[in-house]
C-alpha cells in the first residue's frame, strides 16, 4: 500500500492558464525510493511542491488528487492540510544556504517542529533533535544546535536539514535535488547519507533529479517527465536495461553515464522531441474535450 | 572586546563631529546680521550703552577669542548664561530636554507602533483590498509634512471634535507632585493615572503629527522587506513544517525583514527630533524646540550654541544606539 499516491493531477498557471502539470499520477510506498526526472522546466519540482502545499500563488492545481495515507489533501481545509504534511512529510531543499533562517539557531529550526506542531515537551525534542544530528554523522551535535547557519559548511548545513526531515520519523520526504548546489566531493557524502536515512527510517522518499547516474544509485522506481506529463513510469533495472518510451530512451542516450564519463552526448533527436510533443499536444486535445463534453 | 573597540572608536569620532559643530554654530550666529544686544536695549539708548553692554557679554572680542572662551567654559561643564533669561544656559536646555525628549519617544513608539501593525497588516492581506487601501494610506501619510499633518489634527481634534488639549504640556490647575522634569515617566512611577492621562491629552496630538510620516516609512520599508523575506527558502520550508501564515511572517520573515528597517528608523528618528522644533512651537509644548525658537528671536547667543550642541548630542547618541541595536539583533555581526 502506497503512503503517497498522485493521481491525474493536473496545474497551470493563473494568468495565461499554461498548462505545467498534465494528469500526473505516480505513487511512493513506504521504503521505496522514487527517482523523478525530466529536463529543466518539466514540472518535477511543482509536483513536489502540491505535495507539500507549497505552489508559488501563481499556480493552481485545477484537477486530480493527492493521497496521503489514503486521505485526498486537495479536499482538506488548508489548515488541517498543513497540520497533516507537516507531521508526515519533510522536504530536504535544494541550496542550503537559503533553506535555514540566518536569525535562527539551528536547534530551534529543527525542534521548533516537534513542540509546536507534534506537540512534544522541549527536553524531549531537543535530545531528539541532537540524536538527528548525530545519525548525520555531524560532530558535536550540542554545539551545532547552538549554532547559527552562517557558522556552518553547506556541507553541515545540508546535513542540518537532512536531520531536520528525519528527525520525528517521516512517512514520506521529498528532496528536491538536494546535492546540486553542494561540492562534486559532498556530493557523494550527502547522497550516501540521505540513502542511509531512508533506509534506517523505511521512508518513502520522492528523490526530485535530473541525474539519471543518481536515479541508479539510491532509487527503486522511476518516474520520466516531460513538459509536465508522466513518459514513463517504471523499475530503475528495467528502465536501464530498456526504457520503454523512446523519449526515456533519448533521456538516457544524452546523459553522460557517470560509468562512462568520457561517453558522447547525445542531444535528444529532434523526431523524438516531436513525437512526445505530438502526444502532449494529444492530451490537451482530449481534457479539452472531457471538459466540453 | 571588538565591540568595546568600536564603540570607542565611534566616540572618538562623535568629539571630532560635535567640535566641528560648535565652531560652524558659532561663527554663523555671529555673522548673520541681528544683534542681542540692539534687540535688549531701548530705542533711545546711546552708542556708549550698547558698546557697555556688548563688552559685559564678551560680544566686543574677535570671533576666535570669543570660542575660546566659551570652548573653555564648555569644557568644564559651564555653558555660558542665556542673555534673555539671565540664567545658566545648561540648566534651561536640560530643564527643557525631558519634555521634548517624552514628545519623541512617545512619537517614536507611536510611529513604530502604526508602522509596524501596517507593515504585518498588509503582510497578512497580501493580495487583497486592505493591502490597497494601506499603501494609499501609506502615500498620502508620507505626501504630508509634520506640521500641516500638526495643523490637520489640531483642526480635527482640537477645534472640529474637541477631545484632545492642543496647547501646553500638562493643565496647571491640577496638584503637580513632579521633582523631576520627566512629567509622564513620574507620573507613571508614582501610579497617577490621573497625571498620566492628563499629560497624554496633551501629547498625544503634537506626537502624532511628529509619528504619522515616520510611521509610513517605516510601515513602506517593513512591507516591502517582508515581502521580499516570504519568498525566500526557510520561509516555505516552515510552511512544509506545518506553521501557519501568522508564525511565517512573524518568526521566520520579521527577524530578518527588521534589519534594514532598524537602520532607516534611526536616520529618521533623528529627523522627528529636529521636527519637534516646530511642533512644540504650533502645540505651545514646553520643550527644546519651542526653546530654541525663542532663543533665535532674541540672538539668545549662548543659549542656541547650547541647544545645537544638545541635539548634535542627542542626534550622535540615537545614531550609537540604532548601530548597537543592529549589532544585537544581527546574528552575523554578533558571532562573527
Ligand atoms: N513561481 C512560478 N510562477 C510561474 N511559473 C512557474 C513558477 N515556478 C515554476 N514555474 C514554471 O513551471 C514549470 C515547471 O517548473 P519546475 O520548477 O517544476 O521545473 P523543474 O522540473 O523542477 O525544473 P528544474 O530541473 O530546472 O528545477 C516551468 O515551466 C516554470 O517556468
Ligand atoms: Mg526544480
Redesign the interface.
Request: glycine letters at 12%.
Given at each position: 500500500m502506497s503512503f503517497l499516491v498522485v493521481r491525474g493531477l493536473s496545474a497551470r498557471l493563473k494568468g495565461d492558464g499554461a498548462r505545467l502539470l498534465r494528469g500526473v499520477g505516480l505513487s511512493v510506498a513506504p521504503g521505496e525510493v522514487r527517482g523523478l526526472v525530466g529536463e529543466s522546466g518539466a514540472g518535477k519540482s511543482m509536483i513536489g511542491k502540491a505535495v507539500?502545499?507549497?505552489l508559488p500563488?501563481a499556480v493552481e492545481v485545477t484537477g486530480g488528487e493527492i493521497l496521503l495515507d489514503g486521505t485526498d489533501l486537495l479536499t482538506l481545509p488548508p489548515?488541517e492540510r498543513?497540520?497533516r504534511?507537516?507531521?508526515a512529510?519533510?522536504?530536504i531543499?535544494q541550496?542550503p544556504l537559503?533553506?535555514?533562517?540566518?536569525?535562527?539557531?539551528i536547534g530551534p529550526?529543527i525542534t521548533?517542529?516537534l513542540v509546536?506542531?507534534l506537540g512534544w515537551d522541549r527536553a524531549r525534542a531537543r535530545t531528539r533533535a541532537e540524536e538527528a544530528l548525530a545519525e548525520t554523522h555531524l560532530p558535536d551535535p550540542e554545539r551545532i544546535m547552538r549554532a547559527?547557519p552562517?557558522?556552518l559548511s553547506g556541507g553541515q548545513r545540508q546535513r542540518c536539514?537532512i536531520a531536520s526531515a528525519f528527525v520525528a520519523g517521516p512517512r514520506l520526504i521529498v528532496a528536491d535535488e538536494p546535492t546540486t548546489a553542494l561540492d562534486v566531493t559532498v556530493q557523494k557524502q550527502i547522497l550516501r547519507l540521505i540513502a542511509e536515512m531512508q533506509a534506517r527510517h523505511g521512508t518513502a522518499l520522492l528523490f526530485v533529479t535530473h541525474d539519471l547516474g543518481v536515479v541508479s544509485k539510491v532509487c527503486q522506481s522511476l518516474t520520466v517527465l516531460y513538459a509536465g506529463m508522466v513518459v514513463e513510469d517504471t523499475g530503475v533495472r528495467s528502465f536501464f536495461r530498456a526504457p520503454a518510451h523512446p523519449y526515456s530512451a533519448a533521456l538516457l542516450a544524452a546523459t553522460p553515464r557517470y560509468t562512462d564519463p568520457g561517453g558522447s552526448l547525445t542531444p535528444v533527436p529532434e523526431a523524438v522531441l516531436a513525437a512526445v510533443r505530438a502526444e502532449v499536444a494529444a492530451r490537451d486535445a482530449a481534457a479539452e474535450g472531457a471538459r466540453h463534453g | 572586546m571588538r565591540l568595546l573597540r568600536a564603540i570607542l572608536l565611534r566616540l572618538a569620532t562623535s568629539a571630532v563631529t560635535l567640535a566641528g559643530v560648535a565652531v560652524i554654530v558659532f561663527v554663523v550666529i555671529r555673522v548673520v546680521p541681528g544683534d542681542p544686544v540692539s534687540m535688549m536695549l531701548p530705542p533711545g539708548a546711546t552708542d556708549d550703552d550698547i558698546a557697555r553692554l556688548r563688552a559685559f557679554y564678551g560680544l566686543d572680542r574677535s570671533i576666535p577669542a570669543q570660542f575660546l572662551i566659551w570652548a573653555g567654559g564648555v569644557l568644564q561643564g559651564d555653558f555660558g548664561t542665556s542673555i534673555t533669561n539671565r540664567q545658566p544656559v545648561l540648566d534651561l536646555v536640560l530643564g527643557r530636554l525631558p519634555a521634548t525628549l517624552e514628545l519623541s519617544v512617545l512619537a517614536l513608539g507611536l510611529a513604530v507602533l502604526m508602522g509596524g501593525v501596517a507593515a504585518l497588516t498588509g503582510t497578512r492581506l497580501r493580495?487583497t483590498r486592505t493591502e490597497a487601501a494601506i499603501d494609499v494610506a501609506n502615500g498620502m501619510a508620507l505626501s504630508v509634512p509634520d506640521f500641516l499633518w500638526g495643523l490637520v489634527l489640531v483642526l480635527l481634534f482640537g477645534v472640529i471634535f474637541p477631545v484632545f488639549n492642543i496647547s501646553g504640556r500638562v493643565t496647571p490647575s491640577l496638584d503637580l507632585p513632579f521633582t523631576t522634569n520627566f512629567y509622564l515617566l513620574e507620573s507613571i512611577l508614582r501610579l497617577r493615572p490621573d497625571l498620566v492621562a492628563d499629560l497624554l491629552s496633551h501629547m498625544i496630538l503634537p506626537a502624532l503629527a511628529l509619528a504619522i510620516p515616520l510611521a509610513a516609512i517605516i510601515g513602506q520599508l517593513l512591507k516591502q522587506s517582508l515581502k521580499e523575506t516570504m519568498h525566500?527558502?526557510?520561509v516555505?520550508?516552515?510552511?512544509?513544517?506545518?506553521?501557519?501564515e501568522n508564525?511565517v511572517i512573524l518568526r521566520?520573515a520579521l527577524?530578518?525583514a527588521i534589519l534594514p528597517t532598524l537602520t532607516l528608523v534611526g536616520v529618521q528618528f533623528t529627523f522627528l527630533i529636529g521636527g519637534t522644533v516646530i511642533i512644540e512651537r504650533l502645540f505651545s509644548y514646553e520643550g527644546l524646540g519651542n526653546l530654541a525658537i525663542d532663543a533665535v528671536i532674541n540672538r539668545d547667543l549662548p543659549l542656541i550654541q547650547g541647544i545645537v550642541i544638545l541635539f548634535a548630542v542627542i542626534f550622535t547618541a540615537v545614531n550609537l544606539i540604532v548601530d548597537l541595536a543592529c549589532v544585537a539583533?544581527?546574528?552575523?555581526l554578533r558571532?562573527g
Open positions: 507539500l502545499g507549497i500563488q489548515g498543513r497540520r504534511v507537516g507531521a512529510c519533510a522536504l531543499p541550496d537559503t533553506a535555514l533562517n540566518p536569525a535562527r539557531r529550526q521548533g517542529r509546536d506542531i547559527y552562517h557558522q536539514l | 493580495g525566500l527558502d526557510y516555505t520550508l516552515a510552511r512544509t513544517r506545518g506553521y501557519g508564525h521566520e527577524p530578518n539583533l544581527n546574528p552575523r558571532h
